[in-house]
């Protein structure tokens, strides 16, 4: 349920930067990240994995490390379908975070909140 508020909060920042503001879509989806993954590290600390881990500074920092990684996929894959094969911008944000949702979860689970 989070990885799903966390996509459509993604999605609908994205949109908002690229289609109401005219933010360039590398840096919309930039933009769209930093919010996404605030929401997503409260969400998935408290509700998903039921952190524990005292030191939240470092927990943190693993979060947001790790979802870098992933805004390099998705940034990557941001710029092919829109860039290259010229897919419209929210159907390609949307077909990426599919991925991206997949590889996070991995991530925080086996990386970032392991019991």
Same mark, same amino acid.
């Given at each position: 349920?989070?990885?799903?508020?966390? !996509?459509?909060?993604?999605?609908?920042?994205? #949109?908002? %930067?690229?289609?109401?503001?005219?933010? %360039?879509?590398?840096?919309?989806?930039?933009? #769209?990240?930093?919010?996404?993954?605030? +929401? #997503?590290?409260?969400?998935?600390?408290?509700?998903? %994995?039921?952190?524990?881990? @005292?030191? @939240?500074? @470092?927990?943190?920092?693993? +979060? $947001?490390?790790?979802? $870098?990684?992933?805004?390099?996929?998705?940034?990557?894959?941001?710029? !092919?379908?829109?860039?290259?094969?010229?897919?419209?911008?929210?159907?390609?944000?949307?077909? $990426?975070?599919?991925?991206?949702?997949?590889?996070?979860?991995?991530?925080?689970?086996?990386?970032? +909140? @392991?019991?």
């Amino acid at each position: 349920m989070y990885g799903v508020l966390t !996509t459509i909060i993604g999605i609908g920042t994205f #949109a908002f %930067f690229a289609r109401v503001l005219n933010v %360039f879509y590398i840096y919309a989806n930039i933009l #769209a990240w930093t919010v996404a993954v605030i +929401f #997503a590290y409260y969400t998935n600390r408290k509700f998903v %994995f039921h952190s524990t881990e @005292k030191n @939240k500074k @470092k927990e943190f920092i693993r +979060f $947001v490390t790790s979802r $870098v990684l992933t805004l390099l996929l998705d940034t990557l894959l941001m710029f !092919t379908l829109i860039g290259i094969i010229g897919i419209n911008d929210i159907m390609s944000k949307t077909i $990426v975070q599919i991925l991206v949702i997949i590889a996070n979860y991995v991530i925080g689970k086996f990386i970032i +909140f @392991k019991k």
